[in-house]
C-alpha cells in the first residue's frame, strides 16, 4: 500500500502492523529481514553499538509484539540481557518505506513463551540450535562449521525467544519531491 496524504495517522500505523505481519508470515516480504540493533557490551572501556539481520519471526499488533529467534549463546542475547532497549530497522525499497522500531526487549529461554515459539519452529530451523560451538565462535575456516545430526530436540536448550514490546515507530516514506513522516 503507498501512502497518501490524506491517510491519518491511525491509518499509518495499521499499515506499519500490516506490513509487519506479512514480513513474519512470508519469507520475500520486505519487511522479513530487519536489522537489529543493541547497545553492545563494553569493549576497551566502552560500549559499541552492534547491528545485525534477523528474521522477524512474529509480529502480534493486538499485543503490541514482534518477535524474533536467536540462540542463547549468541552476543545479541547478552546485549540485550545488560540493556534491553533495542532497535529494529525495517524497509520495503519497492514502496520506498522505511519503519524504525524503538522497543524494550526480553529474552525468553527456558518458559512458556519459549516454549510456544520452539514448538512453531521448522525442522530446518531447529537444526541451527543443535551446533556444540554457540554463534561468534571462532573457527579454523570458513567451512568449518558445527553441523550435527542430533535429535532436534537437543537444540532447544541453545534456543531463545526475544520478545520486542515497541516503544515508538518511526515511519518514512521515501518520495518526490518530499518525504512524508509519522
Not at 16 to 25: D, E, F, P, V
Not at 132 to 137: D, E, I, N, Q, V
Not at 160 to 180: F, G, N
Request: with cysteine; net charge neutral; hydrophobic share 45%.
Amino acid at each position: 500500500m503507498v501512502m497518501t496524504m490524506d491517510m491519518t495517522l491511525a491509518e499509518v500505523v495499521a499499515d506499519c502492523w500490516r506490513r509487519l505481519g506479512r514480513g513474519a508470515a512470508d519469507p520475500v516480504a520486505p519487511f522479513r529481514f530487519p536489522v537489529l540493533a543493541t547497545q553492545g557490551l563494553a569493549q576497551a572501556g566502552a560500549p559499541i553499538p552492534a547491528a545485525r539481520t534477523i528474521v522477524l519471526r512474529a509480529a502480534d499488533p493486538a499485543r503490541r509484539e514482534l518477535v524474533l529467534h536467536s540462540d542463547r549463546r549468541a552476543m545479541k542475547i547478552a546485549e540485550i540481557a545488560a540493556a534491553p532497549r533495542v532497535t529494529l530497522v525495517f524497509q520495503d525499497p519497492v514502496d520506498r518505506i522505511q519503519l524504525r522500531v524503538v522497543a524494550n526487549a526480553s529474552v525468553h529461554t527456558d518458559d512458556a513463551r519459549a516454549d510456544l515459539a520452539w514448538a512453531a519452529c521448522s525442522p530446518s530451523s531447529r537444526r541451527l540450535y543443535r551446533a556444540r560451538r554457540g554463534p561468534g565462535a571462532t573457527i579454523d575456516g570458513p567451512f568449518d562449521w558445527d553441523d550435527v545430526d542430533a535429535p532436534e530436540d537437543e537444540g532447544r536448550g541453545s534456543f531463545a525467544a526475544v520478545v520486542c514490546a515497541p516503544l515508538s515507530l518511526d515511519w518514512l516514506e521515501l518520495c518526490d519531491p518530499i518525504h512524508r513522516r509519522a
